[in-house]
């Protein structure tokens, strides 16, 4: 009997190690093409006072930390690279009558693809869907578009964005989200579906190199049943604003925030992030240690009056 357990004990080790070596692999930093294997890929935006892109800087004008301490630049390129694009358009309630707007500016986004980009389109309310592929075929992206918005339909903002996450593999190009949303998270609506939080959401981002860029629409005002009192002024004024996570988790995975007033050209937003996402720098650097930990990365500039955007973190490949 004891040889008989022992044995299979073997066996289900010898099982199990496919799995686990599976596991650590999803686990290490995705590879972009045209990045080496042993580089933290780092992809900055560069403003001047006045917000326009800088893209005239070389090598020399930058300067990478990992936690606090300078690292040599071992990658530099500021060529357009391929991104894979996926945009989620809120379709909640209170997006109620901003259909044409959502359509029209996610038309205006896709002019701006090239032919090396491909996207999916993806839309939240009752629920979380998004296109089957990435593709550039743009008649495919706008079959994907939302047709219809529902009056009572929820906000599940960081269910969208996880789902959204989970759709990249093992694309080997930049892996980019777009989300516009007018509302706070509704939480947990259905206990099926779980419950996703903002800092789950940068969690993920962070171990799988996503940026996210975010578009925080202020819909309008709209009047609260039995109308306005002081008990209800407050949830009035506040029901119609965008989730002031937003603005954190663009932060953090290197990509932008704006919000904007209903009425204002949601169109030339979504221009301006395809046109951003095209004119970044890509800096690289080897980790300086390999424990799958988190790190601070810290970009700089040596030039005055420039201002840099990229991502806070990494997690470390593990040896």
């Known amino acids: 009997m004891t040889r008989f357990l022992a044995s299979l004990a073997l066996i289900a080790l010898a099982l199990a190690a496919p799995g686990a070596g599976a596991q650590e692999a999803q686990q290490q930093q995705p590879i972009f093409r045209g990045v080496p294997v042993d580089t933290v890929p780092v992809f900055v935006t560069v403003t001047d006072r006045d917000g326009r892109l800088a893209t005239a800087l070389t090598q020399e004008d930058f300067e990478v930390r990992d936690e606090g301490k300078p690292q040599p630049i071992t990658l530099f390129d500021k060529s357009p690279r391929p991104i894979r694009l996926v945009v989620m358009l809120d379709v909640s309630g209170s997006m109620v009558g901003n259909l044409p707007l959502l359509r029209g500016a996610t038309e205006q986004l896709l002019k701006r693809l090239t032919p090396e980009d491909s996207a999916r389109i993806g839309s939240f309310g009752h629920d979380v869907t998004i296109s089957p592929e990435f ?29 959204a996450m989970g759709t990249f593999g093992e694309v080997p190009e930049r892996r980019v989200i ?13 206990f099926k579906k779980g419950f996703f939080s903002q800092g789950e959401v940068i969690d ?29 002024i407050q949830a009035m004024l506040t029901a119609d604003l965008p989730d002031p996570g937003l603005a954190r988790v663009a932060e953090e995975t290197g990509g932008g ?18 046109d951003e996402l095209h004119l970044q720098y890509t800096l690289g650097f080897e980790p300086p240690k390999r424990d799958g930990k988190k790190h601070s990365i810290d970009v700089r500039l040596k030039k005055g009056g420039l201002k840099p955007r990229a991502r806070k973190d990494y997690v470390a490949p593990k040896e």
Do not use: H
Request: hydrophobic content about 35%; aromatic content about 6%; overall charge negative.
């Open 178 to 190: 777009l989300v516009l949303s007018d509302g706070g998270d509704s939480g947990m609506t259905d």
């Open 257 to 274: 925030y704006t919000e904007i007033k209903f009425g204002q050209d949601l169109g030339a937003e979504f221009s301006r992030v395809a």
């Open 135 to 163: 593709t550039r075929d743009v008649a495919a992206l706008r079959s994907a578009m939302p047709t219809e918005i529902s009056e009572n339909a929820p906000t599940p903002l960081w269910r969208a964005l996880d789902t």
């Open 204 to 232: 993920k981002a962070r171990r799988e190199d996503v940026m996210i860029y975010a578009v925080g629409l202020r819909s309008r005002t709209r009047m609260p049943p039995g109308g306005i009192n002081g008990g209800n």
